[in-house]
């Protein structure tokens, strides 16, 4: 029985490419040396599927950056503003699109789906000139091949390309980017055509826009592409691979019926729905590439359900049709268990990493096909039956208390508009208030320092005197730069979300459970694995001590509940909005301790509210109801005076305003300047907003720097649309990844064009 791995993390169990992106960023790393550790890497996961026994092993799913840009880089896409001039595209052209350089920004950046990965956003337009400029999947099959190891080469889609893609700048906003279809679809055959040269058997093409409301012109669109290719893909089997979610049933209708697709992918741990499309009607002779083993989280398969589920869908499409698969990439897990040393072995267990992932596809391929390792069985049978009677998972107090949230809205009793009105007579804001988002850069000194705690290599005390001079040094440089509502800087934190997850129950930690994030960036989610509480304060100490170091307001920095549960590899035995209710409850007592200590500025951050958004838009009213509920319910017993602040990072937020103003939040500061203030878009369409609201402007992924006019020019538009008496000005986001050579002219320019703005105003009175 073959078997099939979409996609696999490309960072390295020890984040080896990360630190080689960033070494060659700084100059301290020359390009080949960047090349070697990728090579490296490459060859390890190869060596490491084909060592397991997976048949089809996916190539060209590694990057340096993201799948999409290596995509737009493939068609030659590159916007005007990175000054190529044809030939093949360097690292110079790529990482100035990805990141933006001293003079140019970078592209934009948004979530993939609904996962926490980002991809670069190709910018398209009618005059784009394609061209075959980046021969990495080629390449990188023949890499593969020189090893001895046959892969399947794995390409984003032509139409799920054009549908993730965004008109370009100057472009008109209706313009039809399925119009470009037959301009991309030549560069598509020249790949095609060079992998069948090279040896290659099968080509996956990600197709997982499938998964969303399509209408008919767009599923159309698949029909043309596809046709379009059968004649160059004769003699390759073409697998069309889908995942996070069902396939509807005119979008499962039209991909079965795609001519010259030999195989196509399906996603059957979030996409259950789309077993019974398969019971239906599978086309004859074809191959399904069954997901059964999820790559979205952490927890061990259930090996004899998913076999059962494979035993059915073999008698539907014939024993030789059915290859066992991830139901996505193994890229939105972490890397491999084994090196996980310190994790509580129950807990462990329980998990299974993407290198476990790849394992347990392997044994279910074989135990279809009459080979069942009944010692793996037996292992896994057991670990489930541990985690499902284990006490540690079940806490009847919190089960209670979670339980009582039901009949109350969770409302503040007054209004949002006499709120701000008591907040100003008590904070003494001027007009367009200055402030960041929360993190300061996180020097190597400051790491060190972190480290040195937890090795207990240094005493309590120790530790405490040093985070003590940090945050005064940020103190005092805010207060140099004369912004209005301060931050401490976040030293004492390594992550948003794991710093609280590690401060309350129901949570476990890894050293090596890395996920990418985007480019270099990589997280660590926590693992929910029980009923979440709080045991005790969690940033009391620190806030306090923060603000007794200035007159300035002082906000208390936290992260919201849904942002939590969306950066965790949460439990799948219990609905995800009862444990979101669950954490709601934990930074409720934390925002309420806040208060008693004196702080009456409390972000709650929920950066990742929209990222949970479900695909479809018949699920989304659901999702949205209990999480802005779980927000509410984190401040919903705080004074009118005390000020709560939200904040969310990139994402499209328009379709979701409403949904944003119910979360009732006093002030809300979110993405805005490298989405080319797509969001102002919803104000001038008239959406009317009353809360304070800061949209970023400036982005503070690039390292280059905004100067003055550039922002006034951005806190004019804003201005345009919002009123003068709610406007926030920001950063886009926490400055936790940029050095201080890059905060501080930045942050400076930034009073400089809110105070030049304040003049302005006044003038014009």
Known sequence: MAS??????????????????????????????????????????????????????????????????????????????YGWNGGEIGFDTYFSMARGNSSVPAMEMTKWFDTNYHFIVPELGPNVKFSYASHKAVNEFKEAKALGIETVPVIVGPVSYLLLSKPAKGVEKSFSLLSLIDKILPIYKEVVTELKEAGATWIQFDEP?????????????????????????????????????????????????LKGVAGFGFDLVRGTKTLDLVNTGFPSGKCLFAGVVDGRNIWAN???????????????????????????????????????????????????????????????????????????????????????????????????????????????????????????????LPVLPTTTIGSFPQTMDLRRVRR?????????????????????????LQ??????????????????????????????????????SYGSRC????????????PKAMTVFWSSMAQSMTERPMKGMLTGPVTILNWSFVRNDQPRSETCYQIALAIKDEVEDLERAGITVIQIDEAALREGLPLRKSEQASYLEWAVHSFRITNCSVEDTTQIHTHMCYSNFNDIIHSIINMDADVITIENSRSDEKLLSVFREGVRYGAGIGPGVYDIHSPRIPSTEEIADRINKMLAVLETGILWVNPDCGLKTRKYTEVKPALSNMVAAAKLLRTQLASAK
């Open 209 to 257: 826009t499938l998964v969303l409301d399509l209408d008919s012109h767009q599923l159309q669109a698949f029909t043309h592409a596809y046709s379009e290719l059968e004649s160059t893909v004769s003699g390759l089997k073409v697998l069309i691979e889908t995942y996070f979610g069902d396939v509807p049933a005119e979008a499962y209708k039209t991909l079965t019926s």
């Open 523 to 534: 997280v660590k989610p926590p693992i929910i694995y029980g009923d979440v509480s709080r």
């Open 4 to 81: 099939h791995i979409v996609g696999y993390p490309r960072m390295g169990p020890k984040r080896e490419l990360k630190f080689a992106l960033e070494s060659f960023w700084d100059g301290k790393s020359s390009a080949e040396d960047l090349q070697k550790v990728a090579a490296e890497l490459r060859t390890s996961i190869w060596k490491q599927m084909a060592d397991t026994g997976i048949k089809h092993i996916p190539s060209n799913t590694f990057s340096f950056y993201d799948q999409v840009l290596d995509t737009t880089a493939m068609l030659g896409a590159v916007p005007e503003r």
């Open 452 to 476: 040195e705690f937890k090795a207990k290599k240094i005493s309590e005390d120790d530790y405490v005197k040093s985070i003590r001079e940090e945050i005064n040094k940020v103190v005092k």
């Open 479 to 516: 207060e140099e730069l004369d912004i209005d509502v301060l931050v401490h800087g976040e030293p004492e934190r390594n992550d948003m979300v794991e710093y609280f997850g590690e401060q309350l129950s129901g949570f476990a930690f890894t050293v090596n459970g890395w996920v990418q």
């Open 302 to 428: 259930d090996l004899i359900v998913s076999l059962n589920t494979l035993k059915s869908l073999e008698d539907k499409v014939g024993k030789g049709n059915l290859v066992v698969s991830t139901s996505c990439s193994l890229l939105h897990t972490a890397v491999d268990l084994a090196n996980e040393t310190k994790l509580d072995k129950e807990i462990k267990s329980w998990l299974a990493f993407a290198a476990q992932k790849v394992q347990e596809v392997n044994a279910l391929a074989k135990a279809l096909s009459g080979e069942r390792d009944e010692a793996f069985f037996f292992s896994n049978a057991a670990a489930h039956s541990s985690r499902k009677f284990s006490p540690r998972v079940t806490n009847e107090n919190v089960q209670k208390a979670a339980a009582s949230l039901k009949g109350s809205d969770h409302r503040r009793a007054t209004n949002v508009n006499a709120r701000l009105a008591a907040q100003q007579k008590k904070l003494g």
